[in-house]
């Protein structure tokens, strides 16, 4: 029997809409087709990491190895035992600094999308924006409240 989406309240009965791939599947397929959706993600999973999630920076990371260069080829670039990588970015894994960057200098030679990190001011925590990035989001929230045509 299919895989179903379950509704709300947890009832397959609510919805009966068959699962015809995982979310996993989908993503890799995004990550192979789709060069932005690849940067973003790997982007992302950088950026994650950074702010501390580091849970989900290896969860999006290894999700990003899978759909682009695989465990095999990264362990080559990296001269690290596959399994050794697969088991850093699994939920158990306590990837070191020095494997963890290792591991994005890899991803970012192999697959040609090259991060860049640059400083952003911020008071109280909160990161401050330039006078272009305001105009822009006042933009935005001020067409959000106009009636479509």
Not at 4 to 32: D, H, N
Request: with cysteine; glycine share 8%; charged share 25%.
């Amino acid at each position: 029997m299919a895989p179903y989406v379950q509704g709300a309240q947890g009832r397959a009965s609510e919805m009966r809409m068959p699962l015809t791939r995982s979310f996993k599947e989908f993503v890799e397929i995004r990550i192979e087709r789709d060069p932005k959706f690849r940067q973003a993600l790997f982007q992302e999973a950088v950026q994650t990491l950074i702010e501390g999630d580091v849970e989900t920076a290896k969860s999006v990371l290894r999700d990003h190895i899978n759909a682009t260069i695989g465990f095999s080829a990264l362990a080559k670039a990296t001269r690290m035992p596959p399994k050794s990588l697969m088991r850093m970015f699994g939920p158990k894994g306590n990837p070191t600094a020095v494997n963890l960057f290792g591991v994005i200098v890899a991803l970012q030679e192999r697959t040609g999308v090259h991060l860049a990190v640059r400083a952003v001011a911020t008071w109280r925590g909160h990161a401050l924006a330039t006078g272009r990035q305001c105009a822009i989001g006042l933009l935005r929230r001020f067409e959000a409240k106009l009636p479509s045509m």
